[in-house]
């Protein structure tokens, strides 16, 4: 495969008025804590409350009319994404999920028309049965970070955040499969070449962040995190958003349970933001001082909003949280 900024804004003209133009807002807490302006890119504002919409409406608006359906792995959002696309053409949609995704999650596909199907405790096994699916019922398969198409659709985001703010010096960007970091790495640096674009993932089961370090793609174990969005593996045979990522990325990052968990406070009380563990990744890592101190503008992607609202309300009132097997203990606010 090979990809282009050009791909980025012919994705643009099938997104205009659908799923762009959210708001790029200033974090003043966030801005006195850098001692720069802090940018917050709302995703959460989608139709469907993630960013994953861009890049799925993007996919599904490319299929041929004669499509008998589409089928994707997802740990919630793309799936999402790709279910509310599909509806929109009136396509049949089957979801591939593991049992880690959460139920919430779940709920939300569904109410959107698509059918899912529970396989596996992990991304690669749903994988699997989305590829089944591929060959046994003829339906396309729409990968949600390794597919021209999707990358493309992500990648309007960056276009989006350079214009607004052409003097940015840092953008953080969430990391996971690597389909949103290689759209917006490119879409970037084709505003600004001196922009440093930062991949940020949770430091348990960083398949991204472990491939870059290794030069190729490697499996990871796949565990509960408050960051469940950014699970699951890049694949094998990885065609597109590996090689983008190693090459346009500046740096990748981890963050700890405890750090993503400061963060959605963080976002909570001082923006009044609800948003995944996920989607705080970049507010994380400022916070707990594993960024080099900016010189500049900062700015960074809060994804989505997906998330269970009664772990949420545990975790913004201070009460320890249970995360597969590991036991987050409760922080107030401000203690």
Request: with cysteine.
């Amino acid at each position: 495969m090979t990809f282009s900024v050009s791909d980025i804004v012919r994705a643009r003209q099938v997104l205009r008025s659908k799923a762009d133009a959210t708001p790029l807002v200033p974090s003043p807490y966030m801005s006195r804590v850098c001692g720069q302006d802090f940018w917050l890119k709302l995703e959460n504002m989608q139709p469907i409350g993630a960013f994953k919409l861009r890049g799925a409406m993007n996919a599904v608006a490319n299929l041929p009319s004669d499509t008998k359906g589409v089928t994707c792995c997802s740990t919630g959002n793309h799936g999402r994404g790709v279910a509310y696309a599909a509806a929109k053409r009136g396509m049949r949609a089957v979801i591939c999920m593991s049992n880690m995704v959460p139920q919430a999650k779940v709920d939300g596909i569904k109410a959107l028309g698509a059918e899912v199907a529970i396989v596996g405790s992990s991304q690669d096994d749903a994988l699997v049965e989305a590829q089944r699916l591929v060959a046994d019922e003829g339906l396309v398969e729409i990968s949600p970070f390794d597919d021209p198409y999707v990358i493309a659709g992500q990648g309007t985001i960056g276009l989006e955040v350079l214009e607004a703010r052409p003097d940015l010096e840092t953008l953080l960007v969430p990391l996971s499969g690597g389909g949103l970091a290689a759209g917006v790495a490119v879409a970037a640096k084709a505003l600004n070449p001196n922009v440093r674009v930062i991949g940020i993932t949770m430091d348990r089961g960083a398949a991204m962040h472990a491939s870059i370090a290794a030069g190729h793609p490697v499996e990871v174990e796949e565990v509960a995190s408050l960051a469940d969005s950014l699970g699951g593996g890049i694949g094998m045979d990885n065609k597109l958003s590996f090689a983008l990522c190693r090459d346009y990325l500046d740096a990748t990052v981890l963050v700890s349970e405890e750090e993503i968990r400061d963060a959605m406070q963080v976002l909570f009380f001082e923006d009044r933001l609800v948003a995944e563990g996920g989607s705080v990744v970049g507010l994380a890592a400022m916070l707990a001082g594993k960024l080099p101190k900016p010189q500049g503008s900062v700015a960074t992607i809060i994804t989505g909003r997906n998330l269970d609202m009664a772990i949420f309300a545990k975790l913004v009132s201070g009460q320890d949280i249970q995360i597969g097997d590991l036991t987050l203990k409760g922080k107030s606010y401000g203690a």
